[in-house]
């Protein structure tokens, strides 16, 4: 049987099964196994959390108030002596990745990684890979590159933001080098790419990413090591393609774990 | 917080349509919903009960009141995962009622289900125990779409792993 069939046919009696066996106080007129119920939210006036802040009219805006989020989270984590940073590392060198030539994707176009990736999905991927390169590469610098040449094209929003965290670096006198396991391993995951980005934009696309940080954090002057704690974030990316480059505009890491664990162990779900 | 009554509803709500009949109609529902996210009778309860107190309070501006209950209902699980997790980091105990007297596929899917992160299990319970859409879904997790469907996919990804 396959899983959604399982959930369909078995979610109702499990609901019931726990209503049963817990503290014996529902009552209530309870549903048959088979019902359906009734989906219809109100949005307005909704019940806010701390969670709920953004519309997803304003998912931009937002995505770049994320990302400054993260990269000052980054900056204050790099600061403390006790725990490692958010950003990623990587070797001293410039990466070397190209954006990827100029796609027109077709409308509403889901792509699942299996076999044989679509090769929008490959572009995504490969610009979510130049994204992080560069942004290590910019961490690792001893001598940071003011101008955020590496960036070029490859973040919209989150370069900005990255800036900051790149001087912050340079003003400490710290930088991240890679370590004994390299700088980084990451991982795409899921990539949905959708053919209307909106006005001025061919296409968008989000995906899901896990990295294994092995970076270094240390003083550049005496070579001391502040934290070489190894962490894994899972990530969330938005891209939009404007005139054939694709550009991160939002990035958020949606889970962390201590050490190589959580989205790590799931290799086959990162298969990019 | 204490029990809800339905008579804390504006007067002239007792018919089908006020506050008394969407209470009839949906606490069961509701109930059977939160207990699929939280996991436990007694939290579900509690999410349930605080959330027909916010309709009720809110009665009189609620337009679609049936839709703000789910939202509330959904959200306070959200806020019983979040605090769960945090009790669970610090005291490494799991939550949840003892489950021995489940049958044992119900026992596995719960914990298929426990093993989840929070948006992954909302997403998952909403579309196979809800039917809600893509775009409700969204709404409620305040994500995009695809989001969505890739939550949806992981969770059905990890959970076809544990109940292999």
Redesign the interface.
Known sequence: MR??E???R?????????????????A????SPG?????????D???R?E??????TR?LLAGVAAAVILVIVGVVALNNDDEQGLDTVDTPEAPTATVAPTTTVGPAT?V?PTTTPAPEVLEVAEQIRAYFDARAADLAAPVPDPDLSRFSGRAGGPMQQHQGAVQGLYEQGRAIRPGDQGPNDLRV??V?V?GDGGVDVEASA?A?ACEVNYGVLYEVATGNVVNDDVATREF?I?LVQVEGVWEVVFIEA??QWDGEAGCAL?P??YPL | MGEVSPHQAPAGDADASGFDGLF?RE???M???A??MV????S??DVVQDAFA?VSV?WE????????L???VV?GC??VLRRREVEDRHEGALSG???S???T??VE??EA?TGL?E?QRIA???R??????DV?I???L???Q??V??LI??G?????KE?A
């Open positions: 899983i959604e399982q959930l369909r078995e979610l109702p009696a499990l609901a019931d099964a726990l209503l049963d066996t817990g503290t014996g106080a529902v209530a007129p309870v549903a019902d359906v119920i009734e989906v219809e939210f109100e949005l006036p909704r019940p959390t969670e709920h802040t953004m519309t997803k998912w889901t699942v995951g899921f949905d959708e989000s899901v969330e938005l949606t889970e799931s086959t779900d | 009839a606490r069961g529902p109930l059977r919903l207990v699929l996991g436990s009778a007694e579900a309860e916010s809110r501006e609620l337009e679609r009141p049936g839709g703000y789910r939202t509330t959200n959200r806020m009622p003892a489950v007297a489940l049958p596929h119900l899917l719960r289900l992160s948006r998952i319970v909403m196979y125990f809800a039917d809600a859409s409700e969204a709404e409620l305040d994500c995009r695809s989001t469907r890739s996919r992981r059905l990804s990890s959970m076809r109940l």
